[in-house]
């Protein structure tokens, strides 16, 4: 299946409804609500027909609608590719000190980077009655977007910013993160580099601090062929097995820049695994400035991600009046780079 940058949707064309789909079935509007509700009271052979045609036509019991008819169910639902390693915690508690005080309350759910998986999540949310979902980052299926447009559910994306202005977005640049990296690496007189990146394949985050790394990089006269690329799950294992591969490509390597607090937690080690001290052998830097990234030995020079602020400018978004022209629908907040322990002047190996 394809994905997509979020774009502009027409929201104006109708979803199909209960009434169309009896139509095409040959049967009653309560059977197919009895379908919908209470699929054992059907014969098996109606039951069948009708939730094909469901299929078919991509039609979605709207609790939002329900819940809005008796005012609005006060539930924002969230969707993040994680809940492992703390990544999207700080965003979460930021979207429910905003919530909780205004009565509203927070639904959410995890994809395991998977856009098929969200498709369905987006789909369960929709029939819970939520008022409104927020959604990390800016490449989703086609069928998603389609499937919040047609069913007039407002969302936000967080850690990105939206290239179309219609569409809320919270977020920061990744690409002026990763230059954050790579400029302070080049100020420390590192020519010999190495990124262990996300998986950039449908991942804008991931994929934009890489190439904002790599421009900068060059900019600063370091050949983009001369850095080592090694792209991993955002693991403790993967970061400390990208160390051996990184080694193995290149052993003068004297720098290296994670695109994730995780990845660098497994990289550390990987680093010791090879006899390397940080930061007198070898420097490193992380993203995210998670809470470990402070605690570690040596502690981790990382980019610092506002997420608790992201969290509480997407809830400020779904709680303000949309009808008034003071709405924040564009939020873009500043990464800024955290110097730690992990880095030290470039010292040649060779």
Same mark, same amino acid.
């Given at each position: 299946?394809?994905?997509?940058?979020?774009?502009?949707? @027409?929201?104006?064309?109708?979803?199909?409804?209960?009434?169309?789909?009896?139509?095409?079935?040959?049967?009653?509007?309560?059977?197919?609500?009895?379908?919908?509700?209470?699929?054992?009271?059907?014969?098996?052979?109606?039951?069948?027909?009708?939730?094909?045609?469901?299929?078919?036509?991509?039609?979605?019991? +709207?609790?939002?609608?329900?819940?809005?008819?008796?005012?609005?169910?006060?539930?924002?639902?969230?969707?993040?590719?994680?809940?492992?390693?703390?990544?999207?915690?700080?965003?979460?508690?930021?979207?429910?000190?905003?919530?909780?005080?205004?009565?509203?309350?927070?639904?959410?759910?995890?994809?395991?980077?998977?856009?098929?998986?969200?498709?369905?999540?987006?789909? +369960?949310?929709?029939?819970?009655?939520?008022?409104?979902?927020?959604?990390?980052?800016?490449?989703?299926?086609?069928?998603?977007?389609?499937?919040?447009?047609?069913?007039?559910?407002?969302?936000?994306?967080?850690?990105?910013?939206?290239?179309?202005?219609?569409?809320?977005?919270?977020?920061?640049?990744?690409?002026?993160?990763?230059?954050?990296?790579?400029?302070?690496?080049?100020?420390?007189?590192?020519?010999?580099?190495? $990124?262990?990146?996300?998986?950039?394949?449908?991942?804008?985050?991931?994929?934009?601090?890489?190439?904002?790394?790599?421009?900068?990089?060059?900019?600063?006269?370091?050949?983009?062929?001369?850095?080592?690329?090694?792209?991993?799950?955002?693991?403790?294992?993967?970061?400390?097995?990208?160390?051996?591969?990184?080694?193995?490509?290149?052993?003068?390597?004297?720098?290296?820049?994670?695109?994730?607090? $995780?990845?660098?937690?497994?990289?550390?080690?990987?680093?010791? @695994?090879?006899?390397?001290?940080?930061?007198?052998?070898?420097?490193?830097?992380?993203?995210? +400035?998670?809470?470990?990234?402070?605690?570690?030995?040596?502690?981790?020079?990382?980019?610092?991600?506002?997420?608790?602020?992201?969290?509480?400018?997407?809830?400020?978004?779904?709680?303000?009046?949309?009808?008034?022209?003071?709405?924040?629908?564009?939020?873009?907040?500043?990464?800024?780079?955290?110097?730690?322990?992990?880095?030290?002047?470039?010292?040649?190996?060779?």
């Amino acid at each position: 299946m394809m994905s997509e940058k979020i774009t502009h949707v @027409d929201q104006s064309r109708q979803s199909p409804t209960v009434v169309e789909i009896a139509k095409r079935a040959g049967c009653s509007i309560a059977t197919v609500s009895r379908v919908l509700n209470r699929p054992q009271s059907v014969a098996h052979e109606m039951r069948e027909r009708i939730l094909r045609i469901v299929e078919e036509v991509g039609y979605v019991p +709207n609790g939002s609608a329900r819940a809005l008819r008796s005012s609005r169910s006060r539930l924002i639902g969230l969707i993040v590719p994680t809940l492992d390693s703390a990544i999207f915690t700080r965003m979460l508690e930021g979207l429910e000190s905003r919530l909780a005080p205004a009565g509203a309350s927070l639904i959410y759910s995890a994809t395991g980077y998977d856009l098929d998986r969200e498709i369905r999540e987006v789909r +369960n949310l929709i029939e819970k009655g939520v008022d409104g979902i927020v959604l990390v980052g800016t490449t989703h299926r086609k069928e998603t977007l389609k499937l919040l447009h047609e069913r007039r559910v407002r969302f936000a994306v967080t850690y990105s910013l939206s290239n179309d202005h219609s569409i809320p977005s919270m977020g920061f640049d990744n690409r002026s993160g990763g230059a954050l990296a790579a400029n302070y690496l080049a100020d420390l007189g590192h020519k010999h580099l190495a $990124v262990i990146a996300g998986i950039t394949r449908e991942n804008e985050r991931a994929s934009g601090r890489l190439e904002g790394f790599l421009a900068a990089a060059e900019r600063r006269g370091i050949s983009r062929s001369s850095i080592v690329v090694v792209e991993a799950p955002y693991e403790f294992s993967r970061g400390r097995a990208a160390v051996k591969l990184i080694l193995n490509q290149n052993r003068n390597v004297t720098a290296i820049f994670c695109g994730s607090d $995780v990845l660098a937690v497994g990289a550390l080690r990987g680093c010791r @695994d090879a006899e390397l001290s940080v930061p007198q052998d070898i420097s490193m830097i992380g993203f995210d +400035n998670l809470d470990i990234a402070e605690y570690l030995t040596p502690g981790l020079t990382t980019v610092d991600v506002p997420a608790r602020l992201m969290g509480e400018q997407a809830a400020n978004y779904f709680l303000a009046d949309h009808n008034s022209l003071d709405i924040r629908s564009r939020v873009e907040l500043e990464t800024r780079l955290i110097v730690r322990e992990s880095t030290a002047p470039a010292r040649d190996r060779r």
